[in-house]
């Protein structure tokens, strides 16, 4: 990172500094003088362009939230099928993880987990997560003819969330297993097409 302080402002090399970090290590074992020290800034730069830490956590989030959205827009754009469409979203989760180099579980869960104070400024982009995973799946579970929408997103979003767990716990591969238990809920919510 030492070569890009020249060329990459300030303000990106904290974000990407965070990233790295607060993802790797955890937000609250992750101190400010890490990300200042790995990002080659000073505290006043950082204060001027996040206010703190807190600032800094959900610039983090909320950077990480359109990266994702991004990668799961990507991958929806090139499925067709009622049900490779709502499979997208462990498609996604899967080139997520190759683009990011992620080695462990979802960032927003250990987020929520670590931040449960409802007026932390990254939760606002906690429940971003939350609500594009439940509203897309509802969207892409009454466009495929879903008998009951809501049971089909409830039992889909068991089975992502179930798939990062499995990674944050160091699980070989979840995606197949993961797969076959959303290709079973999405028949027995007999979406049409097949499954």
Do not use: N
Request: hydrophobic share 50%; charged share 25%.
């Amino acid at each position: 990172m030492a070569a890009d302080r020249t060329t990459t402002p300030a303000r990106e090399r904290l974000l990407e500094a965070a990233d790295r970090l607060f993802y790797a290590r955890g937000i609250a074992a992750t101190g400010v003088d890490a990300v200042l020290q790995l990002a080659g800034a000073s505290p006043a730069t950082l204060y001027a362009h996040f206010a703190g830490k807190d600032g800094l956590v959900a610039a983090y989030l909320e950077r990480r939230h359109h990266r994702w959205r991004a990668t799961w827009d990507a991958v929806l754009a090139g499925a067709e099928d009622p049900v490779d469409r709502l499979l997208s979203v462990l498609d996604a989760l899967v080139l997520f993880r190759r683009q990011e180099g992620a080695t462990r579980g979802c960032a927003f869960l250990a987020a929520a987990a670590e931040l449960p104070a409802a007026d932390h400024p990254a939760r606002a982009w906690i429940e971003a997560d939350t609500t594009l995973l439940h509203h897309r799946l509802h969207e892409l579970a009454l466009a495929s003819g879903a008998d009951d929408p809501r049971a089909l997103v409830a039992e889909l979003v068991l089975v992502y969330d179930g798939t990062l767990a499995a990674y944050a716990r160091g699980a070989p591969d979840p995606v197949p297993a993961a797969r076959e238990l959303a290709r079973h809920a999405i028949r027995r919510h007999s979406v049409t097409g097949s499954a």
